[in-house]
């Protein structure tokens, strides 16, 4: 704009200076010719005058002011001549000014000369003598008046450019110095001149849209953000070549890239697992994907799915879900029902081999109620197996408990006691009971089984003659209900898996002392749906303490 | 013309990587299977072997490419030629672990052999790789260090089983092929750690332009 402004000043002013310049030359120049023209005439006048009355000898005396003098006989030879010897020159008849001198008593004429520097004119008078005065002189010709100014022109037009270029910075500065110093969070406040105000509207227009888009993408960003990075399960996003466009926190936890620099890089440089690479190529290659992959021993369920538009595709998008534990649990699962299997078929086959004796009548009638205690003996064995795992299908589905309400503890112990006491004294066990009333919120049946299997696994795996302590000791927060016993105890090797389901310390000892295999699991569910916490201790031989803390 | 130049140098380091993904689990696969007596494991590193050895070929075909291609240099002359280099060690890795699959497979190296020493050691080849391979992934100057002074480790591992084989072999003489067999799977365990060493070696000319422990003398590029 700078450059523009400059060269219209440029022009205006180098046009003007041109044109004034001619203009001037022009008429100043026409002034001047004529001024030339009278001082010539006049001084023919005055010379011819003077030659007149003194003859040819006062040219000689005068010199001419201005010009050359020269005097022309009719017959056209020159009788004299200012500046050249009259002799030597040629005949002047001929000349335009002279021919009319004699015709009309007065003649001029203006020659230029070859190199246009010079004009000459010249004027010729009749003298009365006969012979023809001629005064001429020379002056610039317009040309050569141009010519003269001309330096003085050219140091004015560059004057003018100067002048211009000054002019032209001062303006376009004025000019652009606003625009450059908008203030854009305010535009109308700097409305400095009033070719601004349009644009300064429009980019109060404009901003005032871009505010509004800003501020709604960056909502959507916050979204996304809130909603990848709460996202428990890793989330990559790659674009078509496999770098990473965005990742969240639970994934570079996964991947194990926490605090590197990892948006931009190839997936393969946060994790070179060939399983993960080989996923990722098939869903770049526009296919959906599904993998469990095992990442620093822990299993993921991968899922990756293609980015498309259109038939490309774009990207992909990787989820990865932790499955270690529903894994386990599916194991767990599996294996629970390998042994219900087990523990139900075993009972089962006693008493249809029986059943089979008796049917096929080989049994004498002798060994008859034998036989039919052991049938009814094992068909108890399935029924409180049955029943075992009804409460624990129970207690996985927590939905179906009864209501909550307060339970006293000791009384529920109590009760437990009473009901185990026979049980005690068959085994030569001393049961007892000690502590005071605590109340807690729960469900008493469930806390019955807690204390029950407790008791019952404390009497069974005791000595001849040992003790058993049930202990109920209210405190602030939480009710301890603590079951000592004297018996034989668990290895330290076993105490963690003794709450496994159809877990047995030893296994030999079970069939003799009955029971499911099942007591101690559901022990711990009915804690832990109690929110309570179950503390082992146990020596080898000489006895083990179960804690319970219950909340109150 | 210099966006498709990086597009083919980030086609490198991709490749690179992919590279060095197959070589740890080459020798992961290789040492599983020696230490389970696992043939299926040992089986796969064979094949995984073969696999580097293709990318090997596209690597350097690429490599070869560039360089005639796009005429580079500096430092992208120097990533190029290093990379050059460290698919020679790799494809040499992979070469090992597949020789220490193949003597697997015969059967006389088993899990419950007193391969003490080979364990450990195959543990501290593994990391060296693994940690090379980092090195040239996050381009860390730090960690390519560390891998060549972990070299000695491995130097140490092998000269100890070498002394426990030998003496093994003094008191049981029919336990010769044991010992033979596991003395070379403790050879190329210690030569894996070497080409690692080298990996790590070319990573820290391919950043800064000079070779480990030179102090002046700059070289081309």
């Known amino acids: ?552 | 013309m210099r966006g498709r130049f990086d597009e083919q140098l980030d086609v490198l380091h991709t490749q690179m990587i992919e590279m060095g993904a197959l070589c740890e689990t080459a020798i992961a696969c290789a040492i599983k299977g020696l230490l389970e007596g696992d043939a299926e494991n040992a089986t796969r590193a064979i094949a995984i072997d073969e696999e580097i050895d293709r990318m090997e070929r596209d690597i350097e075909t690429l490599c070869l490419k560039l360089l005639l291609q796009q005429q580079p240099v500096a430092s992208d002359l120097r990533k190029i030629s290093s990379a050059l280099k460290m698919i020679t060690d790799m494809e040499r890795i992979g070469d090992q672990a597949a020789d220490i699959a193949e003597i697997t497979k015969l059967n006389n190296v088993k899990a419950s052999d007193d391969t003490f020493t080979i364990r450990e050691m195959s543990m501290a080849a593994i990391h060296m790789v693994t940690d090379s391979i980092d090195a040239y992934v996050r381009q860390d100057l730090e960690l390519a260090h560390a891998v060549i002074a972990a070299d000695d480790e491995v130097d140490n591992y092998f000269n100890e089983a070498k002394a426990q084989l030998a003496q093994l072999l003094g008191g049981n003489p029919n336990r010769a092929e044991y010992v033979i067999d596991a003395l070379m799977i403790a050879k190329y365990l210690e030569r894996i750690a070497d080409h690692a060493t080298n990996i790590a070696e070319w990573v820290v000319f391919s950043i800064t332009g000079r070779h480990e422990g030179e102090n002046d003398g700059h070289l081309p590029g």
């Open chain 1, 1 to 552: 704009m700078k450059k523009r402004i400059f060269a219209s000043m440029c022009a205006i002013a180098l046009a003007s200076v041109v044109l004034v310049a001619g203009l001037v030359i022009a008429i100043l120049y026409n002034n001047l010719d004529d001024n030339t023209w009278k001082t010539l005439r006049n001084e023919a006048e005055y010379i011819a005058a003077g030659i007149e009355e003194n003859g040819l000898a006062y040219v000689e005396k005068v010199k001419a002011v201005e010009g050359r003098i020269t005097v022309v006989q009719p017959d056209g030879t020159v009788l004299y001549d200012e500046s050249e010897e009259a002799g030597l020159m040629d005949n002047h008849l001929n000349r335009p000014e002279i021919a009319q001198a004699f015709a009309t008593g007065a003649g001029e004429a203006q020659r230029t000369s070859s190199t246009f520097h010079q004009k000459s004119i010249y004027y010729a008078l009749l003298m009365k003598d006969g012979n023809v005065l001629r005064i001429s002189t020379s002056m610039d010709s317009a040309v050569a008046t141009l010519f003269n100014v001309l330096p003085a022109l050219v140091v004015v037009c560059a004057l003018a450019v100067v002048l211009a270029l000054l002019l032209a910075r001062w303006l376009t500065q004025k000019i652009v110095a606003p625009i450059n110093t908008v203030n854009l969070d305010a535009p109308l406040s700097n409305d400095v001149y009033g070719e601004l105000s349009p644009l300064l509207r429009r980019i109060e227009k404009l901003k005032g849209e871009l505010n509004e888009q800003m501020s709604e993408l960056r909502a959507r960003q916050r979204e996304f953000v809130a909603v990848t990075e709460n996202l428990r399960e890793g989330m990559v996003v790659l674009n078509d070549k496999g770098v990473v466009l965005s990742i969240n926190e639970s994934a570079k936890q996964i991947l194990g890239v926490v605090g590197q620099n990892y948006v931009n890089q190839p997936l393969l440089a946060l994790n070179r697992n060939l399983l993960l690479s080989q996923v990722v190529d098939i869903a770049l290659a526009g296919t959906q994907q599904d993998e469990i992959m095992e990442l620093k021993e822990e299993k993921y369920h991968l899922m990756a799915s293609p980015i498309k538009k259109g038939e490309l595709t774009t990207g992909a998008v990787l989820l990865f879900m932790n499955v270690t534990e529903t894994q386990a649990a599916e194991e767990m699962r599996r294996e629970f029902s390998a042994n219900v299997s087990h523990e139900l078929k075993t009972p089962l086959t006693s008493i249809s081999g029986y059943a089979e004796i008796m049917k096929n009548g080989l049994a004498s009638p002798n060994d008859m109620p034998e036989f039919a205690t052991r049938i009814y003996n094992e068909a108890n064995g399935v029924i409180a197996l049955v029943d075992d795992i009804i409460k624990l299908s129970r207690l996985d589905e927590e939905g179906k408990m009864p209501a909550r309400q307060m339970v006293n503890v000791y009384k529920v112990a109590s009760d437990v006691v009473a009901r185990l006491q026979p049980m005690a004294t068959g085994q030569g066990v001393q049961l007892t009971l000690a502590g005071q009333p605590a109340f807690i919120s729960g469900v008493e049946g469930l806390l019955q089984e807690v204390v029950y299997n407790l008791c019952e696994n404390a009497i069974k795996y005791n000595k001849q003659g040992g003790r058993v302590t049930v202990e109920v000791l209210p405190g602030k927060a939480e009710v301890l209900l603590r079951v000592q016993d004297t018996g034989i105890g668990i290895p330290q090797n076993q105490q963690n898996r003794v709450f496994e389901r159809f877990y047995r310390v030893d296994k030999s000892h079970s069939k003799g002392t009955g029971g499911t295999g099942l007591g101690l699991s559901i022990v711990k569910h009915g804690v832990l749906y109690h929110n309570g916490t179950i503390e082992l201790q146990s020596t080898e031989g000489q006895g083990t303490t179960v804690t319970v803390r219950l909340p109150a």
